[in-house]
């Protein structure tokens, strides 16, 4: 695990979107596996510039996406395919048949394990981007996930779903579950950056720092990957 303590918040973005940036121009056709959340916005705002300022082409990249909510409709707006058009595949030459995200209606079940051969038929993600939950959730793999899952159907934890309610109207709207790739398939990435940022993150670092091969958490699960690197911002850290 190789751990870069940035200052700030666009620090990061800007470190995380440089590395991005190398390994789409020397391997155009690279797999990127996104995140959404507020975290990555930075990112994904550099990665627009460097599109828009360097011409950085993402015409033969391929995208999969960690998750989606159950019973929203790839319009709604706070649908992860609506946050990913939004946020960044709107803003880039990506080909839209090449972004995968997770459908949200339709057989969840049979979405999940979908999805799962599709990754699995892929050549596999060449660097997965991942934010990090107060309780240590990666994609929406909630507390107590076992480290061997596979792209499945989670019910979201009441944290998960009080701390996500901020983009909803009520909590009640905020769906009760998602499809998300599992930790299994996080894991077979080949590279994975991890972005932890934010004071209400602080107990979140210091349980990763903690934790090892505990289900409990998560996040920990990462420590077991070759090619791990963690920004954490210094309001993140103690
Ligand atoms: C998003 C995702 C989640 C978020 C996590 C942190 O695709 O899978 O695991 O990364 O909930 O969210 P933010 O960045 O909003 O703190």
Do not use: C, W
């Amino acid at each position: 695990m190789n751990i870069q303590e940035v200052h700030s918040y666009e620090e990061m973005s800007r470190e995380a979107a440089y590395i991005l940036e190398q390994h789409i121009s020397q391997h155009p056709d690279a797999t990127i596996g996104f995140a959404t959340g507020s975290t990555p916005i930075g990112l994904y705002q550099e990665l627009i510039r460097a599109h828009q300022e360097r011409g950085l082409s993402f015409q033969s990249v391929k995208g999969f996406n960690l998750d989606e909510y159950v019973g929203l409709s790839p319009d709604h707006p706070q649908s992860y395919r609506h946050f990913m058009q939004t946020q960044l595949f709107d803003h880039i030459d990506i080909q839209p048949g090449k972004t995968k995200v997770p459908a949200g209606t339709g057989n969840a079940e049979e979405e999940a394990s979908s999805y799962e051969d599709a990754l699995q038929a892929s050549d596999g993600v060449d660097i997965q981007i991942l934010g990090i939950g107060e309780n240590g959730h990666i994609g929406f793999n909630e507390p107590g996930t076992p480290f061997d899952s596979l792209t499945h159907v989670v019910e979201l934890t009441e944290s998960t779903r009080a701390a996500n309610a901020r983009f909803f109207d009520t909590l009640e709207e905020v769906p009760t579950h998602a499809v998300t790739m599992g930790i299994e398939t996080i894991l077979r990435a080949k590279q994975l950056i991890l972005l932890i940022s934010g004071s209400h993150k602080k107990v979140t670092y210091e349980q990763f720092l903690r934790t090892q091969d505990d289900p409990g958490f998560p996040a920990s699960a990462l420590k077991n990957h070759p090619n791990l690197l963690v920004f954490v911002t210094e309001d993140a850290r103690s």
